[in-house]
């Protein structure tokens, strides 16, 4: 059985209240983790999640989180570390998606200068904002995992503009610089990109655009979220004894933008 020393861990997943954030957070549960889980609207729906955490043989706190306000990733991280002394992992869940889904027929120069702000503000600034803030911690305990959730979407692209794949694409590099700057003191950073998952979000999609996604992959199916987690919970535990800066592609990774605009 693999032994992966998560048992009174402090996790900290953004983007904790659905989809692979949620499933994630209740398989680091099972694990007997203490929790962490931020949400940005969904209070609620994070206390449901909670509860599945606890009842799975974990602890579990909810605070919110927004990626777009650099204070609410401060006041979110403090808390952690006021209830349970520090941050041992973190899985960088949470993500700003624009608005709706992107056109394939856009051109690039027609996206507003804005909405490219926004969207590095969040899901680089804003991250790189939740790494800074529990780095101290882990430096101090000489031990820390760190999980960039990127996309597919970030290597093979999709139809149209691309500011969100571009922003994801990112999250690569800032593994590969953080595998250097903090492997010394204990500290793990990898990255892994899903492809297009089964979540809540997702799964009532147009079926034969789902089937055409689902014949892409090696696997010929769609992972869930429950198919996701594992594998965040290995770079995220003592099983994972020297992997860093890496890309880890799920299985969904290859179906991506010939299917997208069918």
Request: neutral net charge; without cysteine; hydrophobic residues 45%.
């Amino acid at each position: 059985m693999m032994e992966t020393g998560l048992r009174g861990r402090v996790v900290l997943v953004t983007g904790a209240s659905t989809g692979i954030g949620a499933a994630t957070a209740r398989a680091f549960g099972k694990e007997g983790a203490r929790v962490a889980l931020t949400y940005r609207a969904n209070e609620d729906v994070a206390a449901q999640v909670a509860a599945e955490v606890v009842a799975a043989g974990g602890e579990a706190l909810t605070v919110p989180l927004d990626l777009q306000k650099v204070s609410t990733i401060g006041d979110a991280v403090d808390e952690v570390i006021r209830r349970w002394g520090g941050v041992d992992v973190l899985v960088a869940n949470a993500v700003r998606w624009g608005g709706s889904a992107p056109d394939p027929n856009a051109k690039f120069e027609d996206v507003p200068t804005e909405e490219w702000r926004a969207m590095m503000a969040a899901n680089v600034v804003g991250t790189a904002e939740v790494v800074r803030r529990v780095l101290p911690s882990m430096r101090a305990r000489r031990w820390g995992r760190i999980v960039l959730v990127s996309s597919g979407v970030a290597e093979e692209g999709l139809p149209g503009p691309g500011p969100y794949g571009t922003a994801k694409s990112a999250l690569h590099g800032m593994a590969r610089a953080l595998a250097w700057n903090a492997g010394g003191d204990g500290i793990l950073a990898n990255v892994v990109a899903p492809g297009f998952t089964l979540t809540e979000r997702n799964a009532g999609g147009p079926e034969r655009l789902i089937e055409a996604l689902a014949e892409g992959t090696p696997s010929r199916r769609l992972s869930t979220p429950d198919d996701i987690a594992p594998l965040l919970v290995f770079l995220g535990s003592a099983a994972n004894g020297n992997l860093t800066g890496e890309l880890v592609r799920e299985g969904t990774s290859a179906a991506r933008a010939p299917h997208a605009a069918m």
